[in-house]
């Protein structure tokens, strides 16, 4: 069992550019959340995806979407970079109605 | 003020020294999870409560639902246990602490 995988592992991008990281999550879960954590912060939630849909959304703006595949891997895409942009993102999987979340090493993303 | 605080932020302590860090939080929750991140970003989750103690190996985590609070302690610290430790309160999504800073020197 791979356990969660993220990809890239490293990004750079620069203003205004679009990004979108990828998500495989844990064999036999089918939930995905994702949170962006800022240098020296704790993660903050972005979204979560259950069953291809959007099922709970942190205070993020329309510039940060997702989707999720029938295969339960998610893409989180972000578009009009900002410098502020640059973090952390995780993702992390987790079987419906479990409690337990399983996180990936994350994709660490620059904005310059 | 943030749902979820921790204390103390940044900790140092030498080889053997008993290690509490201390987690509170203002909201209704079904869980608590400590997390350790160590450099690199790569997250494992140490425990899940929501009630009373669980211990695995040297770490023991606690919780107080009344009090809301929750703690994470180290027996005999070893410099392997240099990282950053997480709580995070289980509410309809997780809501993060800022993070402990551990180091621990030989």
């Known amino acids: 069992d791979a356990g969660v995988t993220q990809s890239p592992t490293h990004l750079i991008k620069t203003r205004g550019q679009q990004v979108t990281l990828r998500c495989s999550p844990k064999?036999?879960?089918?939930?995905v959340s994702w949170y962006q954590q800022a240098l020296g912060q704790g993660p903050q939630f972005i979204f979560q995806?259950?069953?291809?849909?959007?099922?709970q959304r942190g205070n993020f703006p329309d510039r940060f979407s997702g989707h999720q595949f029938p295969n339960y891997s998610s893409e989180l895409n972000v578009n009009a970079l900002l410098l502020g942009d640059s973090a952390l993102y995780l993702c992390?999987?987790?079987?419906?109605?479990?409690?337990?979340?399983?996180f990936g090493p994350g994709t660490r993303l620059l904005v310059l | 003020k943030n749902e979820v605080e921790q204390s103390p932020q940044n900790l140092t302590a030498q080889e053997g020294e008993f290690i509490t860090i201390n987690c509170s939080y203002s909201?209704?929750?079904?869980?608590l999870h400590w997390l350790q991140q160590h450099p690199g970003g790569g997250i494992v989750s140490l425990f899940m409560?929501?009630?009373g103690k669980k211990k695995h190996g040297r770490l023991i985590a606690t919780i107080n639902i009344q009090e809301k609070h929750s703690s994470l302690h180290i027996t005999a610290s070893h410099p392997r246990d240099s990282a950053v430790y997480i709580c995070?309160?289980?509410?309809?999504?997780?809501?993060f602490g800022t993070g402990t800073r551990l180091q621990v020197f030989p």
């Open positions: 992390a999987s987790s079987s419906a109605g479990a409690e337990t979340q399983y």
């Open positions: 064999s036999g879960h089918d939930t």
């Open positions: 995806y259950y069953e291809e849909e959007e099922r």
């Open positions: 909201v209704g929750i079904s869980a």
């Open positions: 409560l929501s009630s």
């Open positions: 995070a309160a289980l509410t309809d999504k997780l809501i």
